[in-house]
């Protein structure tokens, strides 16, 4: 076995009494992929931040290459090779790839910076990297959050980083992009680099890492190879509770329909037939670019459809636009929280009555009542809180509650739970339930089969922007897959 390139021992940390971190040991061993999970506020992030020199530790000893070491600014990390690649990118837009590579670091030539030094380092950071999109002296606005992603990696390399840690790297990923990265860390494994790799997404955790550490409440529970345990059993070590208990159980009756397309489309949905009763959850399955998203801005106004008929209640309904969807009874959570959910920079409160103002209905209407519905966690001072400091999770409760102010009687909901941790999604799951026995019809467009199998009535499955499939919500992954990508449904 291989000595560790990494060694955190019996590291702690305390914020105004607060203890965030108490004892926690990890390792990293070279050319290593080693997940790390847990829920929000089990320690993660104060513990690559220490690693990474934002914050020093109250207690424990960092040993890298077998020396210790104590990072006081994040300067001395990156010079003994540590690199951290944020899930909010640091790179500068208005600049070209070869200056944000450089950036800090620029060679220089009798005084002056010697930029074709840069971009051919560059370059050839980037064939090493198999990248060959985009070239070094691309202004980076110009790239998308995949090629984003390479450039970080490039910067890493150019300073010799032993060790990478990557916080939700797929969080902003398409699917054919997540392909991408897992290429990039099989190449930085290749050159002997461990990868620190910080995710919600359990699945990446399996395709990817040799072993696993689960954190909870900032203690160590256990560091185990995921040859040696399964998606449930790492559920259970996170939260305590089985995956079979981990959707919350029906308890409401389908109704009449409330929505309903008939024969809709436009230039990229084709033929929409569907139903939506009181009371059901209607999951919608695909793969990226099969239509889920225009299906749901279409039902929604954003993009209407020019074709076939919408009835709302049995009443025929032009939804031309957000303001009449909202009108005929409709919400929408979309799959980006941050840039179309929410104004980050204004508190919870008057996030929590966007809508409500939009349509003049916030008379009556208690922020109080809306957070404690949607069980958002905080203490009584979170309403005057700013939304953007909440997790991801809470975040999410804030859009929930947006809509809820204005009572809508059909949800749709896009990707509901990314980006936020396990807790959290049962939290969501749970108050889709509500929803759900209180009457509101529900369609759930969601990337995670099992996310649809454990809370849908029914699952629509997607192909070529069109709904190819209505299956049953017991269904298994392979016959929701085996819907999304061939031209027959499985039995």
Known sequence: MAAPLLAMRNVSKSFFGNEVLSGVDLDLRPGEVHALVGENGAGKSTLMKILAGVHEPDSGEIELGGEQV????????????????????????ERTVAENVFLGREPSRFGVIDR??????????????????????????????????????????????????????????????????????????ARGIGVLYVSHRLREVFDLAQRVTVLKDGRLVSTTDTEAIDIPGLVRLMVGR??????????SDIGDVLLEASGAGHRRLRDVDLRLHAGEIVGVAGLQGSGRTSLARALFGV?????????????????????RAIKAGLGYVTEDRKSEGLALRQQVRHNALLVA???????????????????????????????????????????????????????????????????????????????????????????????????????????????????????????????????????
């Open 116 to 189: 074709r030094k840069m971009e051919t380092e560059t370059t050839r950071l980037l064939e090493e990297l198999g990248e060959r999109s985009f070239t070094s002296r691309r202004l980076v606005r110009q790239l998308s959050v995949a090629q984003q992603q390479v450039v970080e990696i490039a910067k890493a390399l150019v300073v010799d980083a032993r060790v990478v840690v990557m916080d939700e790297p797929t969080a902003s990923l398409a699917d054919h992009e997540v392909e991408l990265l897992y290429k990039l860390i099989h190449r930085l494994q």
């Open 242 to 251: 089985d995956l079979e208990s981990f959707f919350p159980p029906r308890e």
């Open 357 to 491: 103002h939009a349509l003049h209905r916030s008379a009556g209407v208690s922020v109080s009542e809306l957070l404690t519905s949607v069980e958002l966690t905080g203490g009584p001072d979170s309403a005057s809180r700013e939304v953007r400091f909440l997790s991801g999770g809470n975040q999410q409760k804030v859009v929930l509650a947006k809509w809820l102010a204005v009572r809508p009687r059909v949800l749709i909901f896009d990707e509901p739970t990314r980006g936020i941790d396990v807790g959290a999604k049962f939290a969501i799951y749970t108050l889709i339930r509500a929803l759900s026995a209180q009457g509101v019809a529900i369609l759930m467009i969601s990337s995670e089969l099992q996310e649809l199998i454990g809370m849908a009535d029914r699952i629509l499955v997607m192909r070529d922007h069109r709904i190819v499939a209505d299956l049953p919500g017991d269904s298994t992954e392979e016959a929701i897959m085996h819907a999304a990508v061939h031209e027959e449904a499985a039995p």
């Open 70 to 93: 104590r990072f006081s600014h994040p300067s001395q990390a990156q010079v003994a090779g540590v690199a951290i690649i944020y899930q909010e990118l640091t790179l500068l837009g």
């Open 303 to 323: 993009e209407p459809f020019t074709t076939g008929e919408i009835r709302v209640d049995g009443r025929r309904t032009r939804i031309t636009s957000p303001r």
